[in-house]
C-alpha cells in the first residue's frame, strides 16, 4: 500500500532555496514514478515535475526547468523536490503523487494518485 508523507516546505525570500522530500511508508516506492504538482488559492493543480521509477528520465514544466531539480533514493523511500531561484509566483501548496499510469510522464492530475497530504511554500520577502 502506497502511503506518501511529505516534510519541507514553509516560508523563503524571492531566490531562496527549499527541499521538499515525500517519504513512502509501504515498500512500494520502486514500483512507480513519482510526481510533483502545486496548486495556488484559487487555481487548479499543476504539474510541476516528475522523475521516473530508475531516476533516468525526469520532466519538468516550462516554469520551473532550470531552477527545480527532481530526484529520488529508492534504497530510501524518498523523493525530493530542490526548489532553487524561488520567485513569489511559486508560492502554492506542493504535492507528491505516485503515477498510477504508464502516460504520467504527460504529467495529467489523473493520471496520478495517491498523493501525499501537500505541504506549503510560500515566497515573499
Known amino acids: 500500500q502506497i502511503q506518501l508523507v511529505q516534510s519541507g516546505g514553509g516560508l523563503v525570500q524571492p531566490g531562496g532555496s527549499l527541499r521538499l522530500s515525500c517519504v513512502d511508508s509501504?515498500?512500494?516506492?520502486?514500483?512507480?514514478?513519482l510526481g510533483w504538482f502545486r496548486q495556488a488559492p484559487g487555481k487548479d493543480r499543476e504539474f510541476v515535475a516528475a522523475?521516473?521509477?530508475?531516476?533516468?528520465?525526469?520532466y519538468y514544466s516550462d516554469s520551473v526547468k532550470g531552477r527545480f531539480t527532481v530526484s529520488r533514493d529508492n534504497a530510501m523511500s524518498t523523493g525530493y523536490l530542490q526548489m532553487n531561484d524561488l520567485i513569489p509566483e511559486d508560492t502554492a501548496v506542493y504535492y507528491c503523487?505516485?503515477?498510477?499510469?504508464?502516460?504520467?510522464?504527460?504529467?495529467?492530475?489523473?493520471?496520478?494518485?495517491?498523493w501525499g497530504q501537500g505541504t506549503q511554500v510560500t515566497v515573499s520577502s
Open positions: 509501504g515498500n512500494t516506492f520502486e514500483s512507480y514514478a
Open positions: 522523475v521516473s521509477r530508475s531516476r533516468r528520465n525526469k
Open positions: 503523487a505516485a503515477a498510477r499510469s504508464n502516460s504520467w510522464y504527460q504529467g495529467r492530475v489523473e493520471y496520478f494518485g495517491p
